[in-house]
């Protein structure tokens, strides 16, 4: 049995092919990120859509009323009642997109190599899905927090270096 959930990646558009390691990239993000947040997600499914800003921003603006592009968004699955499904179907997490515009422009923008900007949204959209937020400045801290420790794991520098931790 796995420890890591079983994370399909898909691709929506064509932008995206431009770089052939993308999928391996959000594999290994995933797993890293299950294994450091200790998150109890053994048999559990997740969807990764690679997507690009124009899909973003519909999903942004269906979901979340903000019609514009983003990096990531996190639709965490609403978990059945014990009773409404059957018991040995897997427990689906959620999906998480990504957009390859907004992502290539902000990597470039702040002068990091694509995979280590890709690794950190696809970590933080997954975290989003096991519960974790940053709607206030001490939930923030605890997500970040743990962004860079999974990311340290992936020898991937703090992505939050210009900002001041709270101790």
Known sequence: MSVFPATE???TADCWRTEPGAEAVIHRAIE???EVADADVAEAELAVMLTDDAGIRTLNS?????????????????QPSASSGPADAPRMLG??????ETTRREADDEQKPFDHHLS????????????Y????DE???DMESLEREILGQLGIPDPYPDRERMD
């Open 133 to 136: 937020d940053h709607e206030n």
């Open 32 to 34: 890293a990120a299950a």
């Open 9 to 11: 990646v898909l691709v």
């Open 95 to 100: 999906d998480i997109a990504i957009a390859y």
């Open 62 to 78: 269906n979901w979340r009323g903000i019609d514009k592009p983003t990096n990531v968004l996190s639709f965490p699955a609403l």
């Open 139 to 141: 939930d923030a801290e």
């Open 120 to 131: 950190h949204l696809a970590v933080h959209g997954f975290l989003h899905l096991i519960g």
